[in-house]
């Protein structure tokens, strides 16, 4: 059994997709430091993640994220009382290059270590950024591998209200900003062409009449690769990518007002890298508005993959009695009941 103080300092790292990170945070919501070594670039010429150079970048880039968290952070391994790392969901090569070097951390140090998971570390961000956010909220979760509809009763009782049947709302981004020749990452380059639009194009709402919080954003992928294909005059982008984002923003600012409103819940939150979407927080903010909810946002930074969550996480996670990950601690690219 580890002695671990009222005060908690975790060094976290990330390494789920193609953000190297690592950061110290204390007590859940002081982040000490954050550094973040992306692959955009490196990965742009592909047109999206290539799973194996994301592994050997992560290889290579991790001991000095590390070192540099440590440095921003002002302090040393003896000032830190646990290792967090997320152990899933991800690309499963990814995952294992952070998991094998946290565990040497954990062994070399002698501290305990705390498997995280991606998705808990995406909703926790909000406990850095919101102190007053108060229990139960929804939270809606979109990113570029998850998309759902949260009950978050507590730190730890977090309920699956509704999620993707099939593509995550950041993947269906960057699959339609392929198809308009947009480069990599989708989301930013959708956001900035359906600014010289108009959603004039109506593409098909899914789960029509069905009563459920579930979300569906192959179908709208595919009408629009279809539309441009189908065009027997010259499309207008713009348009189409402006289209794109009002139908795919509907689909999860109206889900997750429907379970707010269903459950009596005055809170919801906005998680992941989709949650960077300005049209996404505009139609949310006004949506909560006219139903005297209040909408909370995190900071750009934040929404995107970091390790300041899974540094956030790790705490409520040690202060809910829950118990440190041994050696044997493997990395999964799926997680269990979709949060784990």
């Not at 646990?82 to 002698?110: D, E, F, H, N, P």
């Not at 978050?152 to 309920?159: A, G, H, S």
């Not at 007002?257 to 505009?282: C, D, P």
Request: hydrophobic share 45%; net charge neutral; proline share 4%.
């Amino acid at each position: 059994m580890y002695d671990i103080g009222k005060d908690i300092t975790v060094l976290a790292i990330e390494s789920s997709c193609d953000e190297t990170a690592a950061a110290v945070v204390k007590n859940g919501t002081e982040v000490l430091s954050d550094v973040i070594a992306s692959q955009i670039d490196i990965h742009k010429r592909f047109g999206g993640v290539v799973p194996e150079i994301a592994s050997r970048n992560h290889t290579l880039a991790l001991p000095n994220v590390v070192e540099q968290a440590l440095k921003d952070a002002a302090v040393t391994f003896g000032n830190i009382d646990a290792i967090a790392v997320t152990y899933g969901a991800g690309l499963l090569g990814a995952l294992l290059t952070g998991v094998s070097y946290a565990k040497g951390l954990s062994c070399a140090l002698k501290l305990p270590l705390m498997a995280v998971s991606h998705v808990r570390g995406h909703i926790a961000a909000n406990y850095i950024a919101h102190k007053d956010l108060k229990f139960p909220y929804i939270c809606i979760l979109a990113s570029g591998g998850h998309s759902a509809v949260l009950e978050v009763k507590d730190y730890d009782i977090i309920d699956v209200l509704g999620s993707t049947r099939d593509d995550a709302a950041g993947e269906a981004f960057d699959k339609v900003a392929r198809s308009l020749g947009l480069p990599y990452p989708g989301g930013p380059e959708i956001q900035r062409l359906a600014a010289e639009g108009k959603p004039v194009i109506s593409f098909a709402k899914p789960f029509k009449n069905e009563n459920h919080y579930d979300f569906s954003f192959s179908g709208l992928k595919t009408a629009v690769v279809n539309y441009i294909a189908n065009a027997k005059t010259p499309i207008s982008k713009a348009d189409v990518a402006a289209s794109f984002q009002a139908a795919a923003v509907s689909q999860l600012s109206d889900n997750a007002l429907r379970a707010a409103k269903s459950r009596g819940i005055k809170s919801i939150a906005l998680s992941g890298g989709v949650g960077a979407n300005l049209k996404l927080r505009e139609e949310l903010s006004a949506a909560c508005a006219q139903n005297g909810i209040k909408a909370y946002f995190l900071p750009l930074r934040l929404c995107t993959d970091n390790a300041a969550m899974i540094g956030a996480e790790a705490y409520f996670m040690i202060k809910k009695g829950k118990p440190f990950a041994g050696l044997d601690l493997d990395a999964k690219a799926n997680l269990d009941g979709y949060i784990g």
